[in-house]
């Protein structure tokens, strides 16, 4: 049976990019070797490097005076990383969920921390807008995509300060103006790789505003000065990574997997609204593209279960919402195909002709 994989992460890679990857494995690029024990200072893989940041560049339109990175650990270990490096005196966030609170939470080792809004008054469920950005504050941070809530932001917020931008969950799913952040970093398990790298993309002139003298490897001057090879950098994740941006220039580049991602948002979250059994959880012009969040209507909440089995049923796996908000979640990355969605959405629609009242 065909599956169809609603997982919020490690995600959906196109079938390309897998089949790739895997070839690579047993031999890398008619090496003889695997991509898993090339060496990481090798001709070959300066290339994948080399191609990585181009493409990356090509298809979010990054300017020239931005670098680009790659490192372990993920985005949790950036939110300290991020702190470390410019948090002197004052900075501030924007609180839209678990994640952002993490990023506050290490932040705060580093010195004052100021929320300067917060939706965590309706279980963050929309993004908040039109707050003051007090011009005192060395960076502003925010989340861009909310992969537990559902919430993400559909507009680059201007900031009259340098703004740093969590992106993991929606890199590369619709167009930014990479020119109105200071930083975007993100993990890359959601639209890029498998786990095990994370991307962070500084403007040059940030690197000149590191605030306090910091361990080698904490430091994104170290990263930046030597090209993400000061240690050795995972290796496969960043082969895949490339992989994927060569796949996504293929299908048309970032407009186009926007538009498909809108058609694919667009149907199941139309299917929530027409459908008596459902209902979603989180304020209509804040919903997110990557992670569609939706619970059973009022008096069909016993119901759950069964309709998990239901979805089971038809090859459908990773529906199952976080246990912060319960009821489905249906994380639509790029990778995943319009007909994974339609299959969701007929399950839907076959149990509601069953059980509505």
């Known amino acids: 049976m065909k599956k169809h994989n609603f997982n919020a992460g490690p995600s959906i890679l196109a079938d390309e990019v897998i089949e790739n990857a895997a070839k690579a494995v047993l031999d890398f690029n008619g090496s003889g070797l695997s991509v898993l024990s090339i060496s990481h200072r090798s001709k070959e893989f300066d290339a994948v490097m080399e191609e990585a940041d181009r493409l990356f560049r090509e298809l979010l339109a990054i300017p020239d005076n931005y670098r680009i990175v790659y ?40 010195g004052e921390v100021e929320v300067v809004a917060s939706s965590e008054d309706r279980n963050f469920t929309y993004i908040p807008k039109g707050f003051a950005v007090p011009a ?3 960076y502003l941070h925010i989340t861009s995509n909310n992969t537990i809530y559902g919430t993400e932001y559909h507009e680059d917020i201007s900031s009259p300060v340098p703004l740093i931008a969590d992106m993991s969950s929606d890199i590369l799913s619709r167009p930014v103006d990479v020119s109105k952040y200071a930083m975007i970093y993100g993990g890359a398990q959601k639209n890029l790789a498998p786990a095990g790298v994370a991307f962070a993309i500084i403007r040059e002139d940030m690197l000149d505003r590191i605030v306090r003298d910091l361990p080698t490897m904490v430091s994104f001057r170290t990263h930046v000065e030597n090209n993400s090879m000061f240690n050795t950098p995972p290796v496969f994740p960043i082969y895949v990574l490339m992989e994927t941006l060569r796949w996504l220039k293929s299908i048309g580049g970032v407009g186009e997997i926007f538009r498909r991602n809108r058609e694919k948002a667009a149907l199941l979250y139309d299917e929530i609204d027409r459908n008596p059994l459902f209902r979603g959880t989180v304020e209509k012009e804040d919903r997110s593209l990557m992670n569609i969040c ?41 990778a995943l195909p319009a007909e994974s969605v339609r299959v969701l959405v007929e399950c839907m629609q076959e149990f509601a002709a069953k059980h509505a009242k």
């Not at 900075?91 to 932040?107: D, L, M, R």
């Not at 089971?312 to 912060?324: D, E, F, M, P, S």
């Open 71 to 110: 490192l372990g650990g993920g985005a949790s270990t950036l939110f300290y990383e991020v702190a470390a490096n410019f948090l002197g005196r004052k900075a501030g966030y924007v609180n839209t969920g678990v994640w952002s609170k993490k990023a506050i939470k290490e932040a705060k080792r580093y």
């Open 136 to 138: 005192d504050l060395d």
């Open 294 to 334: 939706f619970v059973m209507a009022d008096g069909y909440e016993e119901l759950a279960p069964e309709f998990m089995e239901a979805a089971k049923a038809r090859g459908i796996v990773g529906i199952k919402g976080h246990r912060l908000v319960g009821g489905f979640r249906a994380s639509c990355y790029n």
